[in-house]
């Protein structure tokens, strides 16, 4: 197989190659990794030599991943600068005197008095109460107040007076208070109004 | 505490403390220093000096920061060295609080643009240095092509994203195991292969016309 380019992202997904039926350029990707460290069982192993004969572009590119990973191995390391230990020794000195700092530090005395004062007066306020609890006491419930019922008003019966009904609706509430406070109030039921206009 | 105290260093046979502690297991020098060993410690210092500021180094590209930064991991290490958990590998332990603190860094940088300008700017005073790796018996050709090729390993390396970047120092630089690698950035072991996968395919890609 001809791959265009040489890096795997490029290569083909599904190319089987004549002799070797059993792998594609994708399961040697997936693969590559185990086969450059040597870790790959003996059968996948053969595999994958028999494909990298057969298919230039995965050959290529597992030349060039070599390659350079025989690069990148080569590059020298960096030592520790010559001050390096010093530095160190002094952070660590610096370290150790804050660690060591809470454990040497005496707080004063009078602190550690008001402490225990403390403690001793939390702890009988805290067996007072517990004694308070054990005790049985007089249940003692709070005076009834007995009262009446309000009376329920009744239901209004009389239909709405008409002059409300007339309020056309799109008007605001307080433009319609004003209103009706200027016009003559007739309270009139709706069916005096209906007998006068039946006159 | 006791069966610490049991296992301090009782020097013999004209071997010094210091010789002791050398021939010992990281388990070992960790059980003397908890014991009251206090030369354990500068021990442990020395295993992993190195390796650490290589790791912090090549993680947040800038060499003074990363000094600092393993020495905090050396504080860490002093301070709560009684809490490790003996049953897991201290190295281990000791990388996963280097890593932590380098993403601090990162991420910290990335919120303070002015600490991002501070750090390009020490790397451009980096580049008028006088070259320190070479071999100076090379001629001068040769070195100028290794100086070459080794900013643009490193600028690779630097150009991956953070947490692929993570993976692929401490699989191909520190020579960590998947399961290793796991444990110190806190992910599961396929999470590790694939970012590792994608790491090293892109870092090929970035080198690939370097390397013609």
């Given at each position: 197989m001809e791959g265009a380019g040489t890096s795997f992202h490029h290569m083909g997904t599904g190319n089987r190659t004549l002799n070797n039926p059993q792998m594609d350029c994708r399961e040697f990707r997936d693969k590559h990794l185990s086969y450059v460290d040597d870790t790959l069982p003996g059968v996948e192993l053969v595999g994958m030599q028999l494909h990298l004969t057969e298919c230039v572009s995965c050959a290529r590119q597992d030349a060039t991943v070599r390659r350079s990973l025989m690069l990148i191995r080569s590059l020298q390391r960096i030592e520790p600068s010559p001050g390096f230990s010093e530095r160190l020794e002094h952070k660590l000195r610096e370290a150790k005197a804050l660690d060591a700092a809470p454990k040497s530090s005496a707080r004063p005395r009078g602190f550690a008095v008001a402490v225990a004062a403390t403690s001793i007066v939390m702890l009988g306020y805290i067996a007072v109460s517990l004694r308070q609890v054990d005790t049985p006491r007089d249940i003692m419930l709070p005076p009834v107040v007995a009262t009446l019922p309000e009376s329920v008003a009744a239901p209004m019966t009389s239909p709405a007076p008409?002059?409300?009904?007339?309020?056309?609706?799109?008007?605001?509430?307080?433009?319609?208070?004003?209103?009706a406070e200027q016009v003559p109030i007739h309270f009139a039921s709706a069916d005096l109004t209906l007998v006068k206009s039946n006159r | 505490m006791a069966s610490i105290a049991r296992k301090q260093i009782v020097p013999?046979?004209?071997a010094t403390v210091r010789e002791q502690l050398r021939a010992m297991d990281d388990s070992a020098v960790v059980t003397a220093f908890l014991g009251g060993e206090e030369r354990a410690f500068s021990e442990l210092?020395?295993?992993?000096?190195?390796?650490?500021?290589?790791?912090?180094?090549?993680?947040?590209?800038?060499?003074?920061?990363?000094?600092?930064?393993?020495?905090?991991?050396?504080?860490?290490?002093?301070?709560?060295?009684?809490?490790?958990?003996?049953?897991?590998?201290?190295?281990?332990?000791?990388?996963?609080?280097?890593?932590?603190?380098?993403?601090?860094?990162?991420?910290?940088?990335?919120?303070?643009?002015?600490?991002l300008f501070q750090t390009v700017q020490k790397n451009w005073q980096d580049d008028d240095r006088p070259l320190q790796f070479e071999d100076s018996t090379s001629r001068p050709d040769d070195m100028y092509r290794k100086r070459h090729l080794r900013e643009i390993v490193e600028e690779s390396v630097a150009k991956l994203p953070e947490h692929h970047r993570n993976v692929f120092i401490l699989r191909e630089l520190e020579g960590k195991s998947y399961e290793e690698i796991a444990e110190i950035t806190d992910c599961n072991l396929g999470t590790v292969k694939s970012r590792l996968n994608r790491a090293r395919n892109s870092f090929a890609e970035i080198v690939a016309p370097y390397m013609e």
């Amino acid at each position: 197989m001809e791959g265009a380019g040489t890096s795997f992202h490029h290569m083909g997904t599904g190319n089987r190659t004549l002799n070797n039926p059993q792998m594609d350029c994708r399961e040697f990707r997936d693969k590559h990794l185990s086969y450059v460290d040597d870790t790959l069982p003996g059968v996948e192993l053969v595999g994958m030599q028999l494909h990298l004969t057969e298919c230039v572009s995965c050959a290529r590119q597992d030349a060039t991943v070599r390659r350079s990973l025989m690069l990148i191995r080569s590059l020298q390391r960096i030592e520790p600068s010559p001050g390096f230990s010093e530095r160190l020794e002094h952070k660590l000195r610096e370290a150790k005197a804050l660690d060591a700092a809470p454990k040497s530090s005496a707080r004063p005395r009078g602190f550690a008095v008001a402490v225990a004062a403390t403690s001793i007066v939390m702890l009988g306020y805290i067996a007072v109460s517990l004694r308070q609890v054990d005790t049985p006491r007089d249940i003692m419930l709070p005076p009834v107040v007995a009262t009446l019922p309000e009376s329920v008003a009744a239901p209004m019966t009389s239909p709405a007076p008409a002059m409300v009904a007339s309020v056309p609706a799109g008007l605001p509430i307080w433009t319609a208070a004003l209103f009706a406070e200027q016009v003559p109030i007739h309270f009139a039921s709706a069916d005096l109004t209906l007998v006068k206009s039946n006159r | 505490m006791a069966s610490i105290a049991r296992k301090q260093i009782v020097p013999n046979q004209g071997a010094t403390v210091r010789e002791q502690l050398r021939a010992m297991d990281d388990s070992a020098v960790v059980t003397a220093f908890l014991g009251g060993e206090e030369r354990a410690f500068s021990e442990l210092v020395e295993r992993y000096q190195t390796r650490l500021l290589n790791f912090v180094y090549r993680t947040i590209g800038d060499r003074e920061k990363a000094e600092d930064l393993v020495q905090e991991v050396f504080i860490r290490v002093y301070r709560h060295l009684h809490r490790f958990d003996r049953s897991k590998k201290f190295s281990t332990w000791a990388y996963t609080i280097a890593s932590n603190l380098a993403k601090n860094e990162l991420r910290n940088r990335s919120r303070n643009p002015l600490v991002l300008f501070q750090t390009v700017q020490k790397n451009w005073q980096d580049d008028d240095r006088p070259l320190q790796f070479e071999d100076s018996t090379s001629r001068p050709d040769d070195m100028y092509r290794k100086r070459h090729l080794r900013e643009i390993v490193e600028e690779s390396v630097a150009k991956l994203p953070e947490h692929h970047r993570n993976v692929f120092i401490l699989r191909e630089l520190e020579g960590k195991s998947y399961e290793e690698i796991a444990e110190i950035t806190d992910c599961n072991l396929g999470t590790v292969k694939s970012r590792l996968n994608r790491a090293r395919n892109s870092f090929a890609e970035i080198v690939a016309p370097y390397m013609e």
